[in-house]
């Protein structure tokens, strides 16, 4: 399923092998289509053109609507979105985090109140682990609870303990629908999620033990929301040491382009964001010379395109000037095209980063570009 073929430090270059699409190249980043839709008008069809190699998709979201229920009598996500390649489909736990107002959390599960019409909703391991299989995801994820940043010390270690428990019986739930003659997608993977908020000892202790449960892989969860950069890069340096070296690794939700380079750095292996649809959908666009926001004035007449070293889609055919009259303009098209480049520039990334692993050269490739991407142009 995976295998690492070769190291820079504790950068690895890798090989995934999961039950849809070809053999995915690590280290990898992952278009996020929330609701089986990349936001800005992209489709899965557009996903293959952009250098995509693995779609993600959101189980709370999905399970409310159109219900999973109803992908799984479509044939299961892939065939309901016409995407042939891995999905990868996370639990419905950050809504733990993301919903906190409309949450109850319990050892059984968390009772929510849908963002939609206020009804209420109970999902717990083995509702995460029935929702996933019924979409068919290549990749499911642990039920989990994301805690706020910086947490008290005491619910942090109460939430871990929780977490690890959880973790147990989605492993036990997910094997028995694996086995079921009529389940969606019987060679599922799962992953398991380390938590811990920002204290080490939590983190370490978590992810031994759930290193213990054999899952496909493993993630780190619960960064990137609202503690400093690098106390996350700290983080992943405490935890990566008790990962398993024979699975992939998942930092969850992160993130800039700087990050996924530092990440690499660190031993992770798949990244996924909305964060670059999200600020193509506001204009802001990433460059190999550092991000510009495409509304602003100067760019009313330029004719470049939005970065002379890409070959999107949109940079072959469009000015910087025509994008930001769209924007303007309030034109849908713009976010089309702002979304396809943003996301292309993502992929681009992660391959210029195994192309750079692979060439031994990914220690130039990071002091040229971290500091760099992480800036304005």
């Known amino acids: 399923m995976f295998k690492v073929i070769k190291y820079e430090g504790k950068a690895r270059r890798g090989k995934f092998q999961c039950a849809h699409g070809g053999e995915v190249q690590t280290p990898v980043f992952m278009n996020v289509g929330t ?6 008008g992209v489709s899965a069809l557009d996903l293959k053109e952009l250098g995509c190699q693995i ?7 999905l399970h409310l609507r159109p219900s999973d229920d109803v992908v799984r009598q479509m044939g299961g996500l892939h065939k309901f979105m016409h995407w042939d390649g891995p999905i990868l489909t996370d639990s419905g736990g950050f809504q733990v985090f993301s919903l ?18 206020g009804h209420h909703i109970f999902m717990g391991p083995e509702e995460s682990m029935r929702i996933q299989s019924n979409l068919g995801s290549d990749i499911a994820m642990a039920f989990d609870e994301c805690v706020e940043n ?6 942090a270690k109460d939430s871990c303990e929780r977490t690890l428990r959880w973790l147990e019986r989605c492993k036990a739930e997910h094997d028995k629908l694996n086995s079921l003659p009529d389940t969606v997608n019987p060679g599922q993977m799962l992953f398991g999620i380390n938590q811990g908020a920002t204290f080490e000892d939590l983190r370490i202790w978590h992810m031994k033990e759930i290193a213990k449960i054999d899952c496909d892989g493993y993630a780190i969860g619960g960064l990137a929301v609202g503690e400093p950069t690098q106390v996350m890069y700290d983080i992943i340096d405490a935890v990566e040491p008790y990962m398993p070296q024979d699975k992939p690794r998942y930092l969850m939700g992160v993130g800039t382009p700087s990050n996924i380079i530092e990440g690499v750095a660190r031993g992770v292996d798949f990244f996924d964001c909305v964060m670059p649809a999200r600020n193509a959908r506001h204009g802001k666009l990433f460059t190999w010379g550092g991000a510009i926001n495409l509304k602003n004035e100067k760019y009313k007449l330029d004719e470049r395109s939005i970065d002379e070293r890409c070959d999107c889609p949109t940079c ?7 994008l930001r009259h769209l924007f303007k303009a309030d034109e849908m098209l713009a976010l089309r095209l702002a979304v396809m480049h943003n996301l292309y520039f993502y992929n681009k990334l992660t391959e210029h980063i195994r192309d750079a692993l692979d060439a031994g050269e990914f220690a130039a490739f990071r002091a040229e570009y971290s500091e760099k991407l992480s800036e304005r142009a």
């Open 316 to 322: 072959r055919n469009f000015s910087r000037a025509y």
């Open 150 to 155: 910086p947490a008290p010390y005491k619910y």
């Open 35 to 40: 609701q089986a839709a990349i936001k800005g």
């Open 55 to 61: 779609e993600l998709s959101n189980t709370y979201h």
């Open 100 to 117: 906190a107002g409309l949450r109850k959390i319990k050892e059984e599960g968390v009772t929510f109140a849908s963002h939609l019409d």
